[in-house]
């Protein structure tokens, strides 16, 4: 069995949420306001913040250079 002081903080916290109509409600929806900013943060991040960036550069296999001094006669 529960003690006491446990028991009491449930029904308080019960009191608390019960107590006015549309409590709940409220919790609810502000908790799905913060699900959507959470998600719009997430999707922001994957867009690039700069529209101008200039692509990555490739750099050259040094094995197939390597290999191509390798081959050139003398």
């Known amino acids: 069995m529960p003690g006491l002081i ?3 903080i449930v029904l308080v ?3 608390l949420l019960f107590s006015k109509p549309g409590r709940i409600s409220g919790l609810m929806e502000d908790l799905g306001k913060g699900i959507k900013g959470f998600r719009k943060g997430l999707g922001d991040e994957q867009k ?3 529209g101008a960036a200039e692509p990555p550069r ?3 296999d040094q094995a197939a250079q390597t290999r191509e001094t ?3 006669p003398n």
């Open 48 to 50: 690039p913040q700069d």
């Open 13 to 15: 916290l019960a009191f």
């Open 58 to 60: 490739q750099v050259q």
């Open 70 to 72: 390798d081959r050139a």
């Open 6 to 8: 446990p028991l009491l």
